[in-house]
T-cell receptor
Framework: AQTVTQSQPEMSVQEAETVTLSCTYD???????LFWYKQPPSRQMILVIR??????QNATENRFSVNFQKAAKSFSLKISDSQLGDAAMYFC???????????????FGKGTHLIIQP | DAGITQSPRHKVTETGTPVTLRCHQT?????MYWYRQDPGHGLRLIHY???????DKGEVSDGYSVSRSKTEDFLLTLESATSSQTSVYFC?????????????FGPGTRLTVT
């Protein structure tokens, strides 16, 4: 079974600065997908960014980018130019590529609470 | 928002009472999921469905059953609710986007078992 670890229960950053959230995972599979989700106080789960393990290039979505280190099984999220609206819980998630089509569920980390200081 | 609704959004029930949560989607997605979210645990998969009447267990399925008689509805039933099932329950669907399946979530149901 796969496990996902987020070692930072809480992070704080000044508005407009850059912050990096850590995620490590354990798997015996060679191909898989990784995701970051954002959960603001509204409780809605919002997909932020995804990474296919077979792609060496790190994914980027506007101010959000990842540092994917496959050998180290590390998948950190970098948020540039932090904004007040970025304040939320952030969850790292893993999905196997070997399931039938899209059936497999996600394995989540326990989350990192990100605080943005004005 | 992937057209996912959950009902009820909040529910308080007593120990031993049966409870059914409903997930409804409007976009004909094949794959649907139920997760629970508890402090300190992130989200954990309860059950999932890969088609009408096709379901399978997830990581924390004990005490839960599911049914899917129509593509658009995925029901989660607690046959006899216990206090340990107090949680926030999320429904999700998988949508093929750019060559891989991404999961999108409903708004969640907060269930309190007293």
């Amino acid at each position: 079974a796969q496990t996902v670890t987020q070692s930072q229960p809480e992070m704080s950053v000044q508005e407009a600065e850059t912050v990096t959230l850590s995620c490590t995972y354990d798997t015996s599979e060679s191909d898989y997908y990784l995701f970051w989700y954002k959960q603001p106080p509204s409780r809605q789960m919002i997909l932020v960014i995804r990474q296919e393990a077979y792609k060496q290039q790190n994914a980027t979505e506007n101010r959000f980018s990842v540092n994917f280190q496959k050998a180290a099984k590390s998948f950190s999220l970098k948020i540039s130019d932090s904004q007040l609206g970025d304040a939320a819980m952030y969850f790292c998630a893993y999905r196997s590529m070997y399931s039938g089509g899209g059936a497999d569920g996600l394995t989540f980390g326990k989350g990192t609470h990100l605080i943005i200081q004005p | 928002d992937a057209g996912i609704t959950q009902s009820p959004r909040h529910k308080v029930t007593e120990t031993g009472t049966p409870v059914t949560l409903r997930c409804h989607q409007t976009e004909n997605h094949r794959y649907m999921y139920w997760y629970r979210q508890d402090p300190g645990h992130g989200l954990r998969l309860i059950h999932y469905s890969y088609g009408v009447k096709d379901t399978d267990k997830g990581e924390v399925s004990d005490g839960y059953s599911v049914s899917r008689s129509k593509t658009e509805d995925f029901l989660l039933t607690l046959e006899s609710a216990t206090s340990s099932q107090t949680s926030v329950y999320f429904c999700a669907i998988s949508e093929l986007t750019g060559g891989l399946y991404e999961q999108y979530f409903g708004p969640g149901t907060r269930l309190t078992v007293t």
